[in-house]
């Protein structure tokens, strides 16, 4: 398993995330009961190309909900991978999926850097309003844009750099491993 510790500044708000890699894969599924319960977010991110990358999603995404009990304000996050590459899965099955289960749900690309900057900042700001995005809005691509807030944009420009260097994804299997991207990140 990987993890990264990256400390960040929002609204005067210091935040110190701690991103683990547990590959979505059973060995370390052990680990993660006990993790999911100290968890403050969850990033579950499936491969847009592979149908069963989203099943896999829904499966981690019952296990979170079974041991992450009593934090009230820990949430998770619904991120559909490659979408730079030919979708398998059905964007309105997606989208229903994620108001079904009430999660902020958007895509990315991490091979071409598409919206992951955009994600992270969207987690971020959440976490630093302890859960709440400061509007009730639950939907992840309520992202900070740039223009007027400076600390906003260095803090995205960091993470940016960070998030070409050291943010490691944990993948869902796939039956493809080779190719699968499919994510965890908690």
């Known amino acids: 398993m990987n993890g990264k510790s990256h400390k960040v500044a929002v609204n005067g708000k210091e935040i110190r995330l701690q991103l683990s890699d547990t590959d979505g894969d059973r060995k370390y599924e052990g680990y993660s009961i006990n993790y999911y319960a100290e968890m403050d977010a969850t990033i579950i991110i499936y491969d847009i190309s592979k149908q069963e ?18 934090n009230e ?18 964007k309105v099955d997606v989208e229903n999926f994620a108001e079904k289960e009430n999660l902020p749900h958007t895509e990315t690309s991490a091979k071409m850097n598409e919206n992951v900057t955009e994600m992270f900042m969207s987690l971020i700001k959440r976490l630093a309003n302890d859960g709440d995005d400061g509007g009730g809005n639950k939907h992840a691509d309520d992202t900070p844009s740039g223009g007027g807030n400076k600390q906003a944009d260095e803090t995205k420009s960091e993470l940016k750099e960070d998030a070409n ?4 994804a944990d993948t869902a299997p796939s039956t493809s491993r080779q190719n699968s991207n499919c994510c965890v990140i908690s």
Request: hydrophobic share 40%; charged share 30%; proline share 0%.
């Open 53 to 70: 990358s989203l099943e896999m999603a829904s499966d981690i995404l019952q296990r979170w909900r079974k041991y992450n009990k009593g």
């Open 73 to 90: 304000k820990a949430f998770v996050f619904l991120v559909g991978n490659k979408c730079d590459m030919e979708r398998e899965i059905n």
């Open 165 to 168: 260097k050291n943010v490691h």
